[in-house]
């Protein structure tokens, strides 16, 4: 039997929505990059390696503090794989003290219930955990064969939300729907993600996909409304979508060198360090329509934007660096971080 989840329903948490709604200067979701170094080799993946050493404990918990300053609401710890530092329970403490949500994204081989039971100690919220197919092949090793013992493990002990995304395009189709199910059946929060190409841009689904996907989206367990995936359903239905993205603001990304990116497709814009990263630049930030929005499948960055659908974007347009065509994108190379991304999920 798996332990009460707090939910968005929290009194806490959601005044601190509430103040941030008012407030469209404060981050809503930031991701922080614990260590580059994976355990997997995912043929989709390129931001990973075999050998980088994980940020030290104290330029990390200065960079939380940073985001503490500017107003982050929820941090998500992240890799690589985020379990491999060897201080990420202390970190989750760290966000925990600094008023912040953590949250944390893992593949999940490396959960044990002593794991757990310390991430309940120091107070995560949530953990994301990827399952894409039935058994590891050449795209992906997030499989439910062997991920099923950890999904048993967190439903006897987590204390935290937990939600398993499958990535629809990366493997078969019956495959996704039956890791679903599974994901549905021990109680867990079920997501769809779409594959994206080098520019973060959905690669539209085929007719099996497709219809993986709708079943998917009735089966009975869904996600809060604030992480819903609701939004993928009109990028497929009609290829893009009006909406108002707000990277570098309401969210971003901070890598491993403590710069600021605006999501993972956008690595180097703007490359700013987080140090002298001030609410001048999130203001920019807001205010700029992003030309890569109509496309885009990035959930973080549909779920950072619920909040200010009616504010305007009144800014100069930003402006992106394009980037390479997906055709002269070089073959994955197993365990070597690419300076750019060419697909990823």
């Keep these: ?55 030290p404990r104290d330029v990390l918990e200065a960079r939380i503090d940073h985001l503490a300053r500017l107003g982050s609401i929820f941090v998500t710890l992240t890799g690589g794989e985020a379990l491999l530092h060897p201080d990420l329970v202390a970190l989750v403490r760290h966000v925990r003290a600094r008023g912040m949500v953590p949250l944390l994204n893992t593949n999940g081989y490396l959960l044990t219930r002593a794991v757990i039971e310390a991430l309940n100690d120091a107070g995560l919220w949530g953990l994301q955990l990827s399952i894409d197919n039935a058994r590891p092949d050449a795209v992906s090793k997030k499989s439910l064969k062997p991920l099923l013992p950890k999904l048993r493990l967190l439903a006897r002990h987590a204390g935290f939300h937990v939600r398993v995304n499958t ?30 190409d080098a520019r973060g841009e959905l690669i539209p689904p085929d007719a099996a996909t497709r219809a993986a996907y709708d079943q998917i989206r009735r089966l009975g367990r869904r996600l809060p409304a604030f992480l819903d995936d609701d939004f993928t359903r009109e990028l497929l239905d009609r290829g893009e979508m009006r909406w108002k993205c707000p990277a570098g603001a309401r969210t971003f990304m901070v890598c491993e060198d403590g710069l600021v990116h605006l999501c993972q497709p956008r690595m180097g814009e703007p490359g700013t360090p987080l140090a ?3 609410v001048a630049d999130i203001r920019r930030a807001f205010a700029a329509p992003k030309p890569c929005a109509a496309r885009c499948p990035i959930a973080f960055a549909h779920h950072a934007s619920k909040l200010d659908r009616w504010r305007a974007q009144d800014g100069a347009p930003l402006a992106i660096a394009p980037a390479a065509p997906a055709a002269e994108a070089p073959p994955p190379v197993t365990g070597q971080r690419s300076p750019r991304l060419r697909l990823v999920a």
């Design 276 to 278: 002298a990263y001030t």
């Design 1 to 55: 039997m798996s332990r009460p989840r707090p939910t968005l329903r929290d009194a806490r948490l959601a005044a601190r929505l509430a103040a941030a709604a008012l407030d469209p200067d404060r981050p809503i979701i930031t991701h922080l990059v614990v260590t580059r170094r994976c355990n997997l080799s995912c043929g989709y993946c390129f931001e990973y390696d075999k050998v980088s050493p994980p940020v």
């Design 167 to 196: 990535v629809l395009g990366t493997g078969a189709p019956d495959e996704a729907l039956a890791v679903a199910r599974t994901v549905v059946g021990f109680g867990f929060a079920a997501n769809c993600s779409l594959v994206r």
